[in-house]
């Protein structure tokens, strides 16, 4: 008899050597099993019989090369297999005593990180599920070393009372940025918000006055347009008035691991803290992100956790430097994936995938009575139809059609198909297939 690993890895292989044929939206959802919970266990073998059977139709084929939707990596062979003996490892990767394999590959990828990105080298950082959570790591980090400063332990003594900490950001800042703030306390209300430019950069002129209790959120890649706030600039200020910069990242400061598009990265090291997603433009699975914290001291005091039965080594203990206690050693994942690309690989992935975007805009772009929206930097591409009401008919159809899979915004008053280009997989092929479709789609709107 088999393992069910094999029957697993069999089934899994068959999957992804389908899946750049299929429609990219979900085939059927109608033949997924629901049932009371079930009297009678089942074995392994029938559970993944009714996984795939069902299961595997109803997917979302964003593992193949033509899901352009929100800003979706795809996921490379060393990844995927990686995970699946993590998996089978199945280390809880809390504290080095418990797994010290997952905790050194774990730091190797956090090094790797900040070596890949250009980020000061003996920065600290934790491997967490996603940008969200990155995002949330890292501003507990200046919650504590700013309200620390100004004579206050936010850890110790919460956050009623504490001296006011004021938060400057965009006004296109990250949905997720302001969740994050608001789980850590700062108020999804109490942000500044800085007035941006045409493509949705924060204006550096429109900057409020910065001081030692000022926690200023920039983002390197819009999530729409793909453009970084002006990093430099704000970094220069912050860092003489004492305050805190935090950098969502989350797809957009990877392409500092690109000699090519390094530029748009510039004076993003100059910050105090960075987060960004391993999901994304690194194709790792689902699911990691990484936070990236310059104090240490202030990381490790925002996640401090005490008990006799937790002993602390000389190494980095996640469970000291993420909001987590037990927790998956997704961060092994990460490693493979950087370690299948090395570093010409990945700058390789991000040009290949912002050239794939550039075509697009050129293929779409006055086309069919299509229109690009933003100045196509990066990966992001947003395509209007015309009025709000058509460009959500070409979505919708395009969604329908099967070939490719975009999703809509609104961004600056305007409406948009947006086309994201995330996956190591997408190649010329897929680009001119799915801009065919859309320019077909296109002209039948009428
Ligand atoms: C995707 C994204 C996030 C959130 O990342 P998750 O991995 O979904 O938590 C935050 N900021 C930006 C700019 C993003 O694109």
Redesign the pocket.
């Known amino acids: 008899m088999a393992s069910p690993l094999d029957d697993a890895a069999a089934r899994a292989a068959r999957y992804l050597a389908g899946i750049r044929d299929r429609r990219v939206g979900p085939v059927d959802i109608g033949g997924l099993p629901e049932s009371a919970f079930p009297d009678e266990p089942a074995t392994p073998e029938e559970i993944l019989a009714v996984l795939d059977g069902a299961g595997s139709p109803a997917t979302v084929a964003t593992a193949g090369g033509r899901y352009f939707g929100?800003?979706t990596g795809g996921a490379l062979p060393a990844a995927v297999a990686a995970s699946w003996l993590v998996s089978a490892w199945n280390q809880n990767a809390a504290l080095e005593i418990m797994s010290p394999a997952a905790i050194h590959f774990e730091d190797q990828a956090i090094r790797w990180v900040v070596e890949a990105l250009g980020l000061p080298a003996d920065s600290t950082g934790a491997i967490v599920?996603?940008?969200?959570?990155?995002?949330f790591t890292a501003v507990c980090a200046a919650r504590t070393a700013l309200l620390r400063r100004a004579g206050w332990d936010p850890d110790e003594d919460g956050l009623f009372g504490a001296p006011p900490i004021r938060v400057v950001a965009g006004e296109e800042i990250?949905?997720?940025?302001v969740k994050a703030l608001g789980l850590a306390g700062f108020g999804r209300q109490r942000l500044h918000r800085v007035p941006v430019d045409g493509q949705g950069r924060m204006r550096a002129d429109a900057l409020p006055p910065l001081d030692g209790r000022t926690l200023v959120c920039i983002?390197?890649?819009?999530?729409n347009t793909g453009a970084f706030d002006p990093a430099a600039g704000i970094c220069a200020r912050a860092r003489q008035a004492g305050a805190w910069v935090h950098v969502?990242?989350?797809?957009?400061i990877w392409a500092a691991a690109s000699p090519k598009y390094r530029h748009l990265t510039a004076g993003l090291k100059d910050a105090d803290s960075w987060?960004t997603?391993a999901?994304?433009w690194p194709n790792t699975g689902y699911?990691g992100?990484i936070a990236i914290v310059r104090d240490r001291s202030a990381l490790r005091h925002a996640m401090t956790v005490n008990a006799a039965y937790l002993p602390e080594g000389p190494k980095r203990e996640p469970s000291q430097h993420g909001p987590e206690m037990s927790r998956r050693a997704r961060g092994v994942e990460l490693w493979a994936a950087l370690r299948s690309l090395g570093r010409r690989g990945l700058a390789d992935l991000i040009d290949r995938t912002c050239a794939h975007a550039r075509a697009f805009a050129q293929g779409l772009d006055g086309q069919a009575g299509l229109e690009v929206l933003n100045e196509v930097v990066l990966n992001q591409v947003l395509v209007s139809a015309g009025s709000a009401e058509r460009t959500n008919r070409l979505t919708r159809s395009v969604q329908a059609d099967g070939t490719c899979w975009c999703g809509g915004t609104v961004w600056q008053g305007r409406t948009a198909m947006r086309i994201s280009v995330s996956s190591w997989l997408t190649d010329e092929q897929d680009v001119a297939r799915s801009v065919a479709a859309i320019r077909r789609l296109a002209s039948d709107l009428d």
Do not use: E, P
């Open positions: 929100f800003v599920t996603g940008a969200t959570g990155a995002n990250h949905v997720s940025m983002q390197a890649g819009n999530v969502d990242g989350a797809f957009g987060a997603d999901h994304k699911d992100g």
